[in-house]
């Protein structure tokens, strides 16, 4: 597999690398249209596929064959006759995890459960195997998590790597019953569904955002219950994760060249320009004004 590999189809992409023959790649669509990304991957590994947001197409065979996987749902993708080249179709506003692990390092930590791990076992070691899942709401949580990944960047790499392990093994896990003790809400899908809907209300109203109380109110959540469920989900508070949202907007608005400072600081929601310059730079460390100089 190459470890750096050119992809500019997609407006965010991210791999990142957990130990040799394992890897994380990370994608999000936020363009207004459908996107392409294409990984090389050889024969010698496993791929793990999670659609976590909106709708992904899988394209084999120079496109003559096409196969779909919905929001929260995965497919797991092997076969040591050939390799397997990613290429996959993203609609926009959507979310694609994927885990790829060589076979080797997969038989190390998997070889005392080849027995229900169907595709590790001695008669099928050199046949194809395919599965499409649905995501568990505990893997959905660990995925959300990857995605929004805001914690101090010394620790990423050991944070992915924790990921990383959890999914495979949530993934692998026969009779899943999550240890959810101290967030017990987590464990109904329902809330964490509420959670979500949280985090698509206060980005559509970024400008004029609702208060912790009515957002709880909205979504039908205790105020208690939205805090923790947030924290837990995005790895942030509300209004933390919302201004790092705000912040990388205004990043890509200033890119454009199509809006001046003070016109992204209103369709932010800054009452003055001052304010919005204070939390770019805060976030950036430089001013939106010296940022828009340096791109153009």
């Not at 965010?12 to 040799?20: H, L, N």
């Not at 709401?137 to 990857?146: D, F, H, K, Y």
Request: charged share 25%; with cysteine; glycine share 4%.
């Amino acid at each position: 597999m190459d470890e750096h590999p050119k992809n500019n189809a997609v407006s965010i992409s991210e791999e990142i690398k957990i130990e040799d023959g394992f890897f994380i790649l990370k994608f999000q669509n936020d363009a207004k249209e459908t996107r392409l990304m294409s990984r090389e991957i050889d024969n010698s590994f496993i791929q793990f596929h999670f659609n976590v947001k909106g709708f992904s197409k899988f394209l084999f065979n120079n496109s003559s064959y096409e196969l779909p996987l919905e929001e929260e749902n995965s497919l797991l993708l092997y076969n040591p006759q050939q390799n397997l080249p990613l290429n996959v179709s993203l609609r926009p506003e959507s979310w694609f995890v994927s885990l790829v692990i060589s076979i080797k390092k997969f038989h190390a930590l998997f070889s005392e459960e080849a027995n229900y791990i169907t595709f590790l076992s001695e008669e099928n070691r050199d046949k194809k195997y395919y599965k499409e899942a649905p995501v568990s709401p505990s893997m959905a949580v660990v995925l959300n998590q990857i995605m929004n990944f805001n914690l101090t960047p010394s620790i990423k790499n050991i944070y992915f790597k924790a990921k990383a392990y959890e999914l495979l093994s949530l993934y692998f896990n026969k009779a899943e019953n999550p240890d959810l003790e101290q967030c017990p809400f987590l464990s109904d899908e329902e809330n964490i569904n509420k959670i979500r809907r949280a985090k698509d209300i206060v980005i559509a109203r970024m400008a004029e955002p609702p208060s912790l109380q009515d957002l709880a109110d909205e979504i039908g959540l205790s105020l208690k219950k939205l805090k923790e469920g947030f924290k837990e989900i995005y790895g942030d508070s509300v209004y933390s994760f919302l201004f790092d949202y705000k912040m990388e907007y205004a990043r890509k608005l200033l890119e454009s060249g199509e809006y001046n400072v003070n016109e992204v600081g209103l369709k932010l929601g800054y009452s003055t320009a001052s304010h919005f310059i204070a939390g770019f730079k805060k976030k950036f460390g430089t001013t939106p004004k010296k940022y828009t100089m340096s791109v153009n």
